[in-house]
């Protein structure tokens, strides 16, 4: 198995191409395409000449970087980028502490009901973010609520509420994801460990969560990305409160400019700011930890 | 078991974690638990009864679910396994021949075009849906089950499970040794290579229909007739319609109840294939 492909051993020709091709096609269509014309859209902007009535009364011209310059200008874009750093803050410490300590416990020497709590907790990655958000709404709503009362959906505590519907659907996959990292430990590291006297929580601590750190970095990328871009928890919550604004989050706010303001010019230089700044959090990310974390190619 | 010290230290490691796993557990089947229970209840009875006794609702809620607007819900439960199943399948075919060729031939490119494919991987899908919903307007195709189907066919991150599953599973020998005998390379892969990558097929097709299943962004920016839409969206419009009316809030628990069973029924069935290692990079070779 260590012998890969030798130096132009398969003659293959043209063979990996064909295979390629679908993808390449689909590709090209339904990304760089995409891609290019959003960039292309966030340096133009539209220019209404007159009263902007009249056939040739609204021209596209080119607009260089203004409809960036207007984005890093645009306070209500900025509200919503801190709204979404405090919501991503607590639901990435949550999400992944808890998915640490749920693998980490049934990695645990003398667990029980591992298996039924582990499908338990995974389940709800079966669950459409929206049909999550439609049950917790409802839990949250005075009158329905078993827990009473509370203002859950009030200005102050609707992030938690939001916060806690993201933890809810994303710990079981992260939980799983680490689990299996550990599962593939060797279990001699532990047997040694526990002669020279390591209790559960030493090797947990000294042994599983600096093998598990890799794994924690990839996660944690995925999961800052996926935040970044929050949209279907806030907007299906929004019928059932008035705390929400249309522009919650940076890609609400793209979503409105784009389809309900029609001003796809700045929803467009939005849009690639947000994917600018994902792309920067993961690239950064993985090259900071990639040297002594990632040893294969 | 004996109350020795040592044995007395090991005892609590095994009720610590028994413990923090069923609170767990009991978190996440809260919510699940409710719907399964306020489904049941009738109008009256939701804001009436205590939270988690039974009501006597449930058949004539499924009936108003199913007479809502000609019975329009039906349709979303149609559409919405029609674009997870039909995207599921060709996603699949996709990244396997794309992983297949990444990972056994030695080509001009490779690296590029790998690159390319994954690197998908971190393009949010914001930077996509709304040019893509423009470019589907130039076409006509916008609002057709097309634009929501074909953009969900390559699937970054199955392309990449695809090709490490590859890499481990088929030998290179094999492949020399069928060369050999002079077969084709469109035999190699079919009737040799392919039955070695079925367990990365499975999983491959399972993570994508989970997604299409799930996805909300695309099918709200791509759909206008709500005889397209998915569920997600479907069940987004119910609130948006309902939010300020009770009297429609066990229409919307119904709704949100059959939305989750296919998948999770898919779920606890195919338990053992949701194979997260294939991604952990954690196969045997």
């Given at each position: 198995m260590t012998t890969r492909i030798r130096q132009g051993a398969p003659r293959a020709g043209a063979v990996p191409y064909l295979f390629l091709a679908p993808a390449m096609v689909l590709f090209t269509l339904f990304m760089a395409l995409p891609i290019g014309y959003?960039?292309?859209?966030?340096?133009?902007?539209?220019?209404?000449?007159?009263?902007?009535?009249?056939?040739?009364?609204?021209?596209?011209?080119?607009?260089?970087?203004?409809?960036?310059?207007?984005?890093?200008?645009?306070?209500?874009?900025?509200?919503?980028?801190l709204r979404v750093l405090g919501y991503g803050a607590l639901v990435l410490a949550l999400m992944l502490g808890l998915a640490l300590v749920f693998a980490?416990?049934?990695?645990?020497?003398?667990?029980?009901?591992?298996?039924?709590?582990?499908?338990?907790?995974?389940?709800?990655?079966?669950?459409?973010?929206?049909?999550?958000?439609?049950?917790?709404?409802?839990?949250?709503l005075p009158g329905l609520s078993p827990f009473g009362d509370h203002p859950f959906l009030s200005a102050g505590l609707v992030t938690f509420s939001m916060a806690n519907v993201a933890v809810w659907g994303g710990t079981g996959f992260n939980m799983l994801v680490l689990y299996t990292n550990l599962r593939a430990v060797p279990r001699e590291y532990y047997e040694a460990a526990r002669i020279d006297g390591a209790?559960?929580?030493?090797?947990?601590?000294?042994?599983?969560?600096?093998?598990?750190?890799?794994?924690?970095i990839l996660t944690t990328v995925f999961s800052v990305v996926a935040t970044i871009q929050v949209f279907t928890e806030p907007t299906t919550l929004r019928p059932l409160t008035n705390t929400i604004s249309s522009t919650w989050s940076p890609l609400m706010k793209v979503y409105r400019d784009a389809f309900v303001t029609g001003d796809l010019h700045s929803a467009a230089a939005t849009s690639m700011a947000i994917a600018g700044i994902s792309l920067a959090v993961s690239f950064g990310f993985l090259r900071v930890v990639k040297n002594h974390a990632f040893g294969e190619d | 078991m004996a109350t020795t010290a040592p044995a007395g230290t090991r005892r609590p490691a095994g009720i610590v974690p028994t413990g923090v796993l069923?609170?767990?557990?009991?978190?996440?089947l809260f919510p699940v638990s409710w719907v399964v229970v306020a489904a049941t209840k009738s109008k009256a009875e939701l804001f009436s009864t205590p939270t988690f006794a039974p009501g006597t609702g449930l058949l004539s809620n499924l009936a108003d679910l199913f007479a809502y607007r000609d019975g329009v819900f039906w349709l979303w439960l149609l559409n919405t396994v029609l674009y997870a199943g039909g995207g599921a399948v060709l996603a699949t075919a996709v990244a396997t021949v794309s992983g297949y060729a990444l990972a056994t031939y030695a080509f001009r490119g490779r690296g590029l075009i790998f690159n390319l494919l994954v690197g998908g991987i971190l393009v949010p899908p914001v930077v996509l849906a709304i040019p893509q919903y423009l470019l589907f307007s130039e076409a006509s195709l916008a609002g057709t089950y097309w634009s929501v189907l074909l953009p969900q066919i390559l699937s970054?991150?199955?392309?990449?499970?695809?090709?490490?599953?590859?890499?481990?599973?088929?030998?290179?020998?094999?492949?020399?040794?069928?060369?050999?005998?002079?077969?084709?390379?469109?035999?190699?892969?079919?009737?040799?290579?392919?039955?070695?990558?079925?367990?990365?097929?499975?999983?491959i097709f399972l993570f994508q229909f989970v997604a299409i299943w799930n996805n909300f962004l695309l099918p709200f920016i791509m759909l206008g007739d709500d005889y397209r839409f998915p569920l997600?969206?479907?069940?987004?419009?119910?609130?948006?319609?309902?939010?300020?009316?009770?009297?429609?809030?066990?229409?919307?628990?119904?709704?949100?109840?059959?939305?989750?069973?296919?998948?999770?029924?898919?779920?606890?069935?195919?338990?053992?294939?949701?194979?997260?290692?294939?991604?952990?990079?954690?196969?045997?070779?």
């Open positions: 959003t960039a292309y859209l966030s340096l133009r902007r539209t220019k209404v000449s007159g009263l902007g009535l009249g056939a040739g009364a609204r021209t596209e011209v080119f607009a260089g970087l203004g409809n960036y310059a207007a984005a890093i200008g645009d306070g209500e874009l900025w509200a919503g980028w980490l416990m049934l990695d645990a020497a003398h667990v029980r009901l591992a298996q039924i709590t582990r499908i338990s907790i995974y389940l709800p990655y079966a669950v459409p973010g929206v049909a999550a958000t439609l049950m917790w709404g409802f839990l949250y209790g559960e929580l030493g090797i947990a601590l000294r042994i599983k969560i600096p093998i598990l750190v890799p794994a924690i | 069923v609170l767990g557990a009991v978190y996440t970054p991150y199955s392309v990449y499970l695809a090709r490490i599953y590859a890499r481990a599973a088929i030998p290179a020998s094999l492949l020399e040794a069928g060369r050999l005998d002079g077969a084709g390379e469109w035999r190699l892969f079919h009737r040799v290579s392919l039955p070695m990558l079925t367990p990365a097929m499975v999983t997600t969206v479907g069940l987004y419009t119910l609130l948006a319609a309902g939010a300020n009316q009770p009297s429609l809030y066990n229409l919307i628990i119904t709704g949100t109840l059959l939305s989750l069973v296919p998948l999770v029924a898919l779920f606890l069935t195919m338990q053992r294939h949701w194979r997260a290692d294939l991604s952990g990079g954690a196969v045997k070779s």
